[in-house]
């Protein structure tokens, strides 16, 4: 059992990897806390809460940081609409964000819980993450593993070289990478292979009926939204990507090597650095994704959509 943190903006791939956290059985998802990124906080958090009360599951969420450390706010409604979720009708959330802020309710759950207990998930920009790393540096040494759909080996999306939710906050992403604790970075090099295709889109249809109208909603306008903005002819899922690595590693193929986040270079701000020159020191604690098995990721995304049932 994987007892998780998922930190999320939903976000229509957000909520497909929400959809999954909440599907699969060997995930217990302990809460969702929500950054300002894909939109704005609260447009976010009414996403987080109103995907949440579709299945009927009773998972608390956080609202957290509204813009970045330093940067100012730059969201990805070209992507993801106005509401973050266009495409889909969901029904005003009725239960409320808990009080706690974000960042502290990481810490609060991560310091009350064993050592290596609490997976940490994490598919926004790493404002929240990285408020709750400042505010009790403690946590980094007992958190079992935190995996990050962000970032990119190669080729960014925001910039040449910049992935959207490092760019966000690159102050935060630094302030990540340089803690103690595990991190495996799935990247763009991973999830630009997780095409949602036509055929797949009916598979995960298919699994769960039920969910057919808001799937079909979700995927059809991220499908047109990438088309419109990136040239792609149907969409990647980045964010199911982690949920998917956090139920079964080998499902993406990685490698160990220090990783910097750029926040200063005038063309390169938000480029995560990973040096693959030579085999990585013992004692290096990032690892990053190179690979993705297409097939296997997509039975255990079928899989979670399968097990929910939606709330009459």
Known sequence: MKHVILDCDPGHDDALALFMAMGDPQIDLMEVTTAGGNQSLEKVTKNALSLIELVGKKVPVYSGCPTPLVKAPKWAGYIHGETGLDGVKLDPPKTRVAGTH??????????????????????APLTNIAMAALLEPKICSRVKEVIMMLGAVHTGNVTP???????????????????EWPITMIGLDVTHQAICTKEVQQR?????????????????????SYKDEECFPDPPTHDPCAVAYTLDPSVVKTVKCPVSVETKGEVTCGMTVADLRAMAPKDCRTQVGLALDVEKFWNIVEKAIANLKVEK
Do not use: C, H, S, W
């Not at 502290?104 to 050592?115: G, H």
């Not at 070289?161 to 803690?179: G, L, S």
């Open 204 to 224: 995960l249809v298919k699994a769960n009926p039920e969910l057919g109208e808001v799937l079909n909603g979700l995927i059809n306008f991220f499908r047109d």
């Open 102 to 123: 974000a960042a502290e309710q990481i810490v609060k759950t991560i310091m009350e819980n064993p050592d290596q207990y609490v997976t940490l998930i994490t598919t």
């Open 161 to 179: 070289v910049a992935e959207f939710n490092t760019y966000t906050d690159p102050e935060a992403a630094k302030v990540v990478f340089e803690r």
